[in-house]
């Protein structure tokens, strides 16, 4: 019974060990109960937890480790908010008074006060050096001048309802009470760097400890350790289960013959998002190939095929599909120097559609860019330059970039092909991806597919970033089409640009000869279907 029970003990330790080993940002390391039922503001004075609460009035010093209340002061107004701790001292917002007040911690006597800068004070935090603020009706964060509580700095919050605010000596995290998340924001820009899904469903107070970050959610009443950050660089979520068949098809029309027919699909391959489960071809005789992008393709030749007939080749893959959010820190990016040669040289080479001598795309890389070094934010300049000057629109064929930047409009594609122009131009690697896109219900045709662009971030990889899809007005959305996809992609194709087999297609392509006055009309589309785990088909193979 004994040699049992440590054989148990041993295991959750094992388990708990692992647990904390493959963590990721967001991750939840322990919970307790809050102090109160209306818990607000929340700071972390080197040692203990301080947790603000509206209703009791009350300020509590909380034990880390157990949650514990040591002791408690009572609040300076009788609406008290954000929490911070310049190192010595409590600052508190009260939404009553609209005042912050400075506070010794010891008996809660009231050192100095000023006006806060805004009409609705929530989250709080010490920077080093001042006071920042969020106002959840104005959606802003304001870095404070604490000589008359006036605001220096204003940033538009990163969503709808910015709650708590802390500092970790790099970035601002904020809480969203109507996103259920948080945001890491750059104190500079506000653009968001990190986005993390809330533990709770009403997000308030945060703190950081200077190893973890700490939130307490005001439905809940719980107050959850996070793990801020970690060598696990994203996570997954959200897991579709689909059958998706890609069927292209050649219709002939006229007196003569489509004399020859070669038909390319690319093939989709296992990646951090997505599990290829099986893959058939129908018809069966084809052959296997490579371009020089490294991307597979089935090979499919019909021959001396007549008027009036079609000839098909479809794929049927069957595959586990995941969205995927990376976690990527500007400041753990390593320079363009450790990209790896190969890929440097490879994914910053010029092609027909970037015209990377043009002088139009070398004088806008050294504008956006400037003197910055950091791939990271030379890869968001960018994103940002493109989302701002571009408008979607389908004009017809797909330009080269530097008539797409001039003109102001463009695809999906024509966006991708600016995009990587004026990464490649800056010396940053840069490809596309091509994919056939879930949409709306589970069960659904796709005859349009999508492109968007990827960047090699040095120390995390090729990472996904779609500037078409960023063009949104709160920094949050924006920020969700850098380093994540949502479960509606299979991804086929990955490609630097023109293909010996593709061009500058993706997904599919074909190439053919025909008799004269023959007419030949191409059709590809994918149809989507949604599997459980118990009626897959198997391959028979």
Known sequence: MIFRIKFIFASFIILLFVSILYSHPGKVIKDFSSAGKYPTGLTFDGRNLWLADYHDDNIYMINPEDGEIIRSIPSPGFWPMGLAWDGKNLWNADAAQKKIFKIDPDDGTILFTIDTPTGSPDGLTWDGATLWITDHREK?????????????????????????????????????????EIYAVDPDNGEVIIILKSPGKY??????????????????????????????????SD??????????????????????????????ENLNQQKIESIKFEPDQFRETVDRWDQKLAVFNFTDKPGESISTARMIVEADISEIQYFIFPDQCETLKDIPKDILKKYTADGSKYKLKDSLIQKLAKEIVGDEKNPYW?????????????????????????VVLERGTGSCSEYTISFIALSRAAGLPARYVGAIVVRGDDASMDDVFHRWPEVYLPNYGWIPIDPQGGDKELAADRARNIGRLGNRFLITTQGGGDSEYLGWYYNYNQEYQTDPQVQVFFETFAEWEPLESDNRVQDEE
């Open 140 to 180: 802003k964060i304001m870095q404070i001048d604490l000589n008359d509580g006036t605001a220096v700095k204003t940033l538009t919050a990163p969503a709808k309802s910015a709650q708590g605010l802390t500092f970790d000596g790099n970035y601002l995290w904020c809480s969203d009470r109507l996103t259920d």
């Open 203 to 236: 997000p308030r107070g945060l703190a950081w400890d200077g190893e973890y970050l700490w939130n307490v959610d005001y439905q809940d009443d719980c107050i959850y350790q996070l793990v801020h950050h970690d060598d696990e660089s994203f996570v997954l």
């Open 239 to 268: 897991t579709r289960k689909a059958r998706i068949i890609l069927t292209h098809e050649a219709k002939v029309f006229g007196q003569g013959m489509l004399k020859s027919l070669n038909t390319y699909l690319a093939i989709p």
């Open 378 to 402: 030379i890869a968001r300049m960018i994103f940002d330059y493109v989302r701002n000057h571009l408008e979607y629109k389908l004009e017809g064929g797909w330009n080269v970039a530097p």
